[in-house]
């Protein structure tokens, strides 16, 4: 693994931590904070998973595909994130601020995936030769 992407999986896990840190300090352990967590957390699960899919599948088309499928990705995944907020707020059932902690650990979680799986298509040992013959 090449020295920037240690740095940047160094980064990602600090952002994680400093994510669960603030998320202990101001999301509130009541019922609202647990559904927004909770909902954070499913939802986060759910986009660690397909991204981890659609990345993989989309690397096999090269990397300028990939980085149109990771630009897309993370585009949506913003406009998830805001609409989830925006309706948690008019409902006032769920912490929006649980919710959004809850989910940013996970995307740096698949941010972190993502590094990984760029990092190992693009390194020269990730190019696949035949076998030898015996």
């Known amino acids: 693994m090449s020295r920037t992407a240690s740095q940047g999986l160094v980064m990602v896990g600090g952002f994680i931590a ?17 559904r927004g967590a909770a909902i954070g957390a499913g939802l986060g699960l759910l986009n660690l998973a397909l ?19 990771l630009a897309g990705g993370f585009i949506a995944r913003l406009f998830v994130v805001v609409g989830m907020i925006l309706l948690f707020r008019r409902t006032g059932s769920v912490d929006p601020a649980a919710f959004a902690l809850t ?21 020269p040992s990730s190019v696949k030769t035949a076998p030898e013959a015996v």
């Open 18 to 34: 400093l994510l669960v840190v603030t998320a202990l300090a101001f999301v509130k352990p009541d019922g609202d904070g647990a």
């Open 51 to 69: 991204g981890y899919l659609i990345t993989r599948r989309s690397l096999r088309y090269g990397m300028k595909s990939a980085m149109a499928t």
């Open 103 to 123: 989910f940013l650990v996970f995307f740096f979680a698949y941010l972190g995936v993502e590094m990984i799986l760029v990092e190992r298509s693009s390194s």
